[in-house]
């Protein structure tokens, strides 16, 4: 199983880093969790969220944040749009499906046979 992440929304913010004080660095970055196996690809419904700091090169945790950084947070939580979920079914599966509905038929068709 393979997951990534797809990149929804990422925002400059003018507010001061709680580790260099700087207020030029920090980012938000949102994103969406993607699964993908050998057959299926899916679109799940979980967004997550980091703050970096690209001055000092830091990762701010929440526990870090200011009461500024937590409200400019929440309205640009607002603001994103996930990818609607969803999920694809790959070649392999429906090569699979297709396996288990002929070897269903044929099932069928001796149980027939043998019952003349």
Partial sequence: MKESFITLKQVSLKNNCPECYNN???????????????????????????????????????VQWTDDIERVFEYQQ???????????????????VLFFILIAIIIAILAIYTSL
């Fill in 24 to 62: 030029k660095g920090l980012q938000l970055t949102f994103e969406q969790k993607i699964v993908e196996t050998k057959f299926y690809k899916s679109i799940t419904p979980n967004v997550n969220h980091s703050l970096e700091c690209l001055v000092c090169n830091t990762i701010i945790y929440p």
């Fill in 78 to 96: 607002k603001t994103i749009k996930p990818k609607k979920t969803s999920k694809y079914l790959k070649k392999a599966s429906w090569i699979a």
